[in-house]
């Protein structure tokens, strides 16, 4: 069964630097993505990584946020600097595998002025 376990999540002041962290078991998922939801807006994209390693991110945390992954330890990481108000939300960490999506539950980024 495959768990995917995001933490990191944090309050941090505008310009502060979080990194979250999400632990895979179960499986090896190449595709994995990291997810913002602002409070009462919808879920977007903030940056994936393929199994090869391209990367590709959201224009509005383009160079600020990067998204690395450790093969050894299964994990992913997304490295957030300069953070201003408008990052803040519950951050989801995601897989695709086989067409199977998954999801993390969640860890809270907030970020105050």
């Known amino acids: 069964q495959v768990q995917l376990e995001d933490s990191g999540g944090d309050w941090v002041q505008t310009g502060g630097s979080l990194r979250l962290s999400c632990a895979v078991s179960?499986?090896?998922?190449?595709?994995m993505g990291w997810y913002r939801q602002p409070e009462g807006k919808q879920r977007e994209l903030v940056a994936a990584i393929a199994g090869d390693g391209p990367t590709n991110y959201s224009d509005r945390v383009k160079g600020r946020f990067t998204i690395s992954r450790d093969n050894v330890k299964n994990t992913i990481y997304l490295q957030m600097d300069k953070l201003t108000p408008e990052d803040t939300g519950v951050y989801y960490c995601?897989?695709?595998?086989?067409?199977?999506?998954?999801w993390g539950k969640g860890t809270l980024v907030t970020v105050s002025s």
């Open positions: 995601s897989g695709e595998n086989y067409g199977m999506v998954y």
């Open positions: 179960g499986d090896v998922i190449p595709a």
